[in-house]
């Protein structure tokens, strides 16, 4: 493993890693972010079908989901670079046929693709800073990755409204071509590879298949649990299904079968919670960033180039919070920073929650200006002591199974709460719209109408047999039961964020992460003071080794 080396040309290199890795993941992360912008007009040009629009986007999370944990053990196993210049020349290549989709069959297979490629660019370039830069500086390198990977993913959303008005949804596509052939050429040229060569040269094929096949058909199963319901034998299947054969992937790693998932791992307080609380705070998030735009156009009638602009407060301070969080973790650790980045953030969530109906875009400053405000620099608190605790409390040699394993609970965690939360937001609005007085007054088949066509959500058709008196009355109820369905999502985020304040205070262990900062980890019993390490073959001869603090 190499560490970074405060020379000229170390520095150089330093900034070559953090660039090379910024544009890799934002490839995957701004395809993840943008495409919401474009689908309605994807799906008038293209043909697409309900069910379409909903593997569009899903396509991409589930195959990424199930892979992610095998890509990065993958890195590990074989040279990062490699996995990640793979990668990214998959992404690139799917991103051609996205862009140059003429049926929704091609451009569906192109996300797929786009998947597999995400799933190994992701987990490895955060395991190449890992890699890259002492235990010492690896806060500060983190922290400026995980805010530009915000800021570009935040910013993608924009620039896919900008592009799709203009008639040229295509780009939103063909973007990520020239990014990722700048990551290539500066990851081929400029930056060190890295691997564990204390592992196994090969991985296990079977345990590889596990892993990816229960993590599928988990991720499969609540994605599509609000389209079949939680009842039907499919999602039934394809849920136990995948907990099955992930029950059985983690038997046979007990055992050193597999060689992909050290279990040891684990037995890390540190590791184990930051990763759970990975999972529920990135879980709840998830239904926030997608519901609040519904809401801003919707309910609260603001254009789509207002709710755009009015969101880029948040993508701002998000990323000033992880860039300037950065440095403190290297001298106080990720446990201060982390639990008050949650608790600003259950804040935001609150804030959020006490917003009903407003006058539309002209209230904006004195109604969501503020949760969006609270919202954004939380984030930005928490979403860099999370990764850092995350990665530092793994040997630098498992970099890449440790942000596989991180980016997998992320992932996981924002399928399973959307599937959940989505669903019983679904019902939650039925049973507010449906209990109304004024509904339950209106003749029978109109009920019947409305309770047919309530899972759109404020899209509810309103039968037009009606008086224009009662339709209108009819809107104002059916915005009124989204606004409340909302409030409660969002006070359910601010209810997990502050419990996940304090489990973080409870079991991140700085002194634990201090520690490790100054070791380098021989296997998994041990390890070997850094300053006793011997020199590998594959360390750059202008490399030194980390010295202890």
Known sequence: MTSMRYSPRSRFTGFCVLFATISAASMAFVASSSLNIALPTIQGELGARGADLIWIPNAYVMVQASLIVVTGSMGDHYGRNRVCLIGIMLFGLASLVCGLATTTASLIAGRLAQGVGSSMIVPNSLAIVSAHFSRKGQGWAIGLWSGFTVLMAGLAPFFAGVVTDLGMWRLVFLIHIPLGILAALVLLRYVPESYDKELPRRMSISGALLIIIGLGG??????????????????????????????????????????????????????????????????????????????????????????????????????????????????????????????????????????????????????????????????????????????????????GIASGVNHTMTRVGQVLVVGILGGLAITWFGQLLMNDAYVRSLPAEAQSHLAAHAGALVETDIPDWLTVEERERL??????????????????????????????????DDHELKLKRGQDFHDATGTIPAGERKPRRDDPPDTPLPESP
């Open 218 to 399: 988990i991720t499969f199963g609540f994605i599509e649990s609000s389209t079949f319901g939680f009842g039907s034998p499919i999602i039934i299947v394809a849920i136990l299904g995948g907990i099955a054969a992930v029950a059985v992937f983690l038997r046979d790693e007990r055992e050193g079968k597999h060689a992909i998932l050290p279990l040891w791992l684990f037995r890390s307080r540190t590791f184990s919670s930051s990763n759970m609380i990975s999972l529920v705070f990135h879980g709840v998030i998830q239904p926030a960033l997608l519901y609040l735009p519904l809401n801003l156009i919707q309910v609260q009638g603001y254009s789509a180039t207002f709710t755009g602009l009015s969101i880029i407060p948040l993508i701002i301070l998000a990323t000033l919070g992880s860039s300037l969080v950065g440095p403190l973790l290297d001298r106080r650790g990720p446990r201060v920073p982390m639990a008050l980045g949650l608790v600003i953030v259950a804040v935001g969530f609150l804030a959020f929650g006490n917003v009903g109906v407003t006058a539309g875009e002209s209230a904006y400053f004195g109604t969501f200006f503020l949760p969006v405000l609270l919202f954004g620099f939380g984030f930005g608190l928490s979403f860099a002591p999370l990764t850092m605790a995350a990665m530092a409390s793994a040997p630098e040699n498992n970099a």
């Open 475 to 508: 809107h104002q109820i059916v915005r009124q039961s989204f606004v409340t369905t909302f409030n409660i999502l969002m006070y359910i985020g601010a209810a997990a964020c502050a419990l996940s304040a304090v489990i973080a205070v409870f079991t991140i």
